[in-house]
């Protein structure tokens, strides 16, 4: 029971930077194809369309481009707490192994 509650533990770490990951190259490409269309868009629906679909663009590669730092460092710190955190538990299990041995 205790080996699915620490599995459930480490899933749970890894949410914040999956998360922010998922979130920064979604809206990159979201941002890319919505910018590089947006010219289609306006010819083929109106004017006014055509800028929303570039501003709403715009947006999308700015939300990307501020996320991706968040996740690059989210990414770098979790994985040196979670080894961190890996050898603590690993020292904690030796030392009950010894007692119990």
């Known amino acids: 029971?205790?080996?699915?509650?620490?599995?459930?533990?480490y899933l749970l770490m890894w949410l914040i930077p999956v998360a922010t990951s998922v979130l920064s190259l979604s809206s990159i490409i979201v941002g890319v194809f919505s910018v590089f269309?947006?010219?289609l868009v306006g010819?083929?629906?109106g004017l006014l369309i055509g800028l929303?679909?570039?501003g709403?663009?715009?947006?999308?590669?700015g939300i990307g481009?501020?996320?991706?730092p968040v996740a690059w460092y989210s990414v770098r710190y979790l994985i040196r707490f979670v080894a961190g955190l890996t050898h603590l538990v690993g020292?904690?299990?030796?030392r009950r192994l010894k007692e119990i041995v």
Request: overall charge positive; proline content about 3%.
């Open 1 to 9: 029971m205790s080996i699915f509650l620490v599995t459930i533990g």
């Open 37 to 39: 269309l947006s010219p």
């Open 43 to 45: 010819l083929k629906q």
């Open 52 to 54: 929303m679909q570039l």
């Open 56 to 61: 709403l663009g715009a947006t999308m590669l």
């Open 65 to 68: 481009f501020l996320m991706a």
């Open 91 to 94: 020292e904690i299990l030796k």
